[in-house]
Structures are given as structure tokens and as C-alpha cells.
């Protein structure tokens, strides 16, 4: 793939993965086709920063962690109110990261 093409989808991306992992993300774009780079283009990536907001304003209902994809801990969250509460607030602080790694996954799958 054109190096140019990478860097102008990293460029365009790098809110949804985390640091650390977009050398590792530049080293697979630059080795894809142009059929999985297609594939590649169509993939929706979940917002940090909504994911945040979301656990802010919802957490102890765990709506934040049934939007990034984990359904089994937002029914756990959803049926314990959160953990008391605490459980969401420790979320405020983990949900963006939990957010990029589902993404770097969604990204590694979609490749498959």
C-alpha cells in the first residue's frame, strides 16, 4: 500500500487507537492489498470520547460498556447498578482505553 495512503489514514484515525500500537497498525497497512485496504475503509470505529460521555452520564446502568461491544460486563454492571457505583466510576477512567482496544481489534479483524 502507498505510504502517503497510511499516513493520511492514520492521520485521519489515530483518535481511536491507542499510541503504542500505531506502528504496529502503520506495518500492516503498508502490507495490505487493495481488496482488504477496500474492506478496510467501511469498518466504524467507536469513539473514545463518546465512550467516555456515555460513562459519565449512563456507567451504572452499563450502556458505556454494551456500546464499545461488552455485552457480558454491561449486563454485570446493568444488574449491580454499576458495581454500587463503583464500579462505574473506575470506568471513567478505563473506558477510553477499553474503547481503543476494542477498535485495534475491529481493525485486525476486518483484515481477516
Do not use: C, V
Given at each position: 500500500m502507498d505510504a502517503q495512503k497510511v499516513d493520511m489514514y492514520l492521520l485521519m484515525?489515530?483518535?481511536y487507537f491507542e499510541e503504542h500500537q500505531l506502528n504496529a497498525i502503520r506495518e500492516?497497512?503498508?502490507?495490505l492489498d487493495e481488496d482488504q485496504w477496500n474492506r478496510l475503509q467501511f469498518t466504524q470505529y467507536k469513539d473514545p470520547t463518546?465512550?467516555?460521555?456515555?460513562?459519565?452520564?449512563?456507567?451504572?446502568?452499563?450502556?458505556?460498556?454494551?456500546?464499545i461491544g461488552d455485552t457480558g460486563m454491561g449486563v454485570?454492571?446493568?444488574?449491580?447498578c454499576g458495581g454500587l457505583g463503583i464500579w462505574a466510576i473506575v470506568d471513567w477512567f478505563l473506558i477510553q482505553?477499553?474503547?481503543k482496544e476494542k477498535n485495534v481489534e475491529k481493525f485486525?479483524?476486518?483484515l481477516m
Open positions: 484515525n489515530n483518535k500492516k497497512l503498508l502490507s463518546t465512550a467516555l460521555l456515555i460513562s459519565i452520564f449512563a456507567g451504572a446502568y452499563g450502556i458505556d460498556r454494551f456500546y454485570g454492571k446493568l444488574l449491580t482505553g477499553a474503547t485486525f479483524n476486518a
